[in-house]
């Protein structure tokens, strides 16, 4: 059973337009979520995190938003460029974790 | 420069093989990681150490066997007890600190012939 879904597989965007990108997960001893970006054949990088104790994170063009009552949050990148086209994972981990749970990802293409 | 090298970068086994891909780090990190990436998974946790001379069994560890004999280094060797073996290996590192922020090497792409 998924404790990290991201149940869009892909996403495509304007160049220009706002992409934003949503996981859900189960598990409510999560308190700690990230977000990596990974582009085709190589190892993901790590993008934004966010603490349960915070309900929004800013990073330049990077903003992940927490709602933990629905356990849901969301990456929103503003203005979306081409060179964010990419796989997206959402992950999470908890202090009685000693490993991240990764979602399976989700595809974004920004169209020029 | 610091970094997690992995190699070969694509790797092929034949039936019945063992094969190790091979993780380094200079990063000084205490803890390392390794995943398996199949289409439409995500990352699947395959073994996991925190400390050198110590690792734990992560969600999928049936059919490979990993060491932890140097804190730089933590080799991942696929078994012929694996198998469904073809897919993206990916290693990982982390500081104790902050165990979350995990740096990922370039990947290795194990085929089978």
């Known amino acids: 059973d998924q404790q990290v879904k991201q149940n869009s597989p892909s996403l495509s965007v304007q160049e220009g337009r706002i992409s934003i990108l949503n996981c859900d997960y189960t598990n409510s001893m999560f308190d700690y979520f990230l977000w990596y970006k990974k582009y085709p054949a190589e190892g993901p990088t790590f993008l934004i995190s966010?603490?349960?104790?915070?309900d929004k994170n800013e990073d330049g063009r990077f903003t992940v938003f927490l709602n933990k009552s629905a356990k849901h949050l969301s990456l929103h990148i503003v203005p979306s460029q081409p060179g964010d086209s990419a796989v997206y994972f959402c992950?999470?981990?908890?202090?009685?974790?000693?490993?991240?749970?990764f979602g399976p990802g989700t595809s974004l293409s920004v169209i020029p | 420069d610091g970094g997690i090298t992995q190699s070969p970068k694509y790797l092929f086994r034949k039936e019945g093989q063992n094969v190790t891909l091979s993780c380094e780090q200079n990063l000084n990190h205490d803890a390392m990681y390794w995943y398996r990436q199949d289409p439409g998974q995500g990352l699947r946790l395959i073994y996991y150490?925190?400390?050198?001379?110590?690792?734990q069994k992560g969600d999928i560890a049936e059919g490979y066997s990993v060491s932890r004999e140097k804190k730089e280094s933590f080799p991942l060797t696929v078994t012929s007890a694996q198998k469904n073996p073809t897919a993206f290996y990916l290693c990982?590192?982390?500081?104790?600190?902050?165990?979350?922020?995990?740096?990922f090497g370039p990947g290795t792409r194990l085929l089978v012939l």
């Open positions: 990982a590192s982390s500081s104790q600190a902050v165990q979350e922020t995990q740096y």
């Open positions: 992950a999470a981990s908890g202090t009685s974790y000693d490993k991240v749970i």
């Open positions: 966010i603490s349960s104790i915070k």
């Open positions: 150490s925190q400390i050198v001379n110590d690792f």
